[in-house]
Nanobody, 119 residues
Framework: QVQLTESGGGFVQAGGSLRLSCTISGNTVYAYRMAWFRQTPGNDRQLVAVQRTRTGSTTYAEFAKGRFTVSTDDAKKTFDLQMNSLKPEDAAVYYC????????????WGQGTRVSVSS
């Protein structure tokens, strides 16, 4: 089992920055992939970025490229999402997720943290 807890959401003006953190606990050896998703009301969860933990290889959604960066701190067991140049359309609930496999659905999810961006 892997437990994920997000933090760092909040309110920011357009153009500002936020850093979200996902604290990972439990049997982290099973976390083969880590990812950030986001969701707005009435819409499916949207992938923001996914990282393969063994290699560090990271894939970003088009809207995230150049603005968002993920990072891992093995000592603190955190998986962070640094978001810069935020836009009103980035407002969403952001979720951290972990997968025990190299593809397919994610097995573990955090409770989400809300990001609000004013124009």
């Amino acid at each position: 089992q892997v437990q994920l807890t997000e933090s760092g959401g909040g309110f920011v003006q357009a153009g500002g920055s936020l850093r979200l953190s996902c604290t990972i606990s439990g049997n982290t050896v099973y976390a083969y992939r880590m990812a950030w998703f986001r969701q707005t009301p009435g819409n499916d969860r949207q992938l923001v970025a996914v990282q393969r933990t063994r290699t560090g290889s990271t894939t970003y959604a088009e809207f995230a490229k150049g603005r968002f960066t993920v990072s891992t701190d093995d000592a603190k067991k955190t998986f962070d999402l640094q978001m810069n140049s935020l836009k009103p359309e980035d407002a969403a609930v952001y979720y951290c997720a972990a997968s025990t496999g190299g593809s397919g659905p994610f097995d573990f999810w955090g409770q989400g943290t809300r990001v609000s961006v004013s124009s």
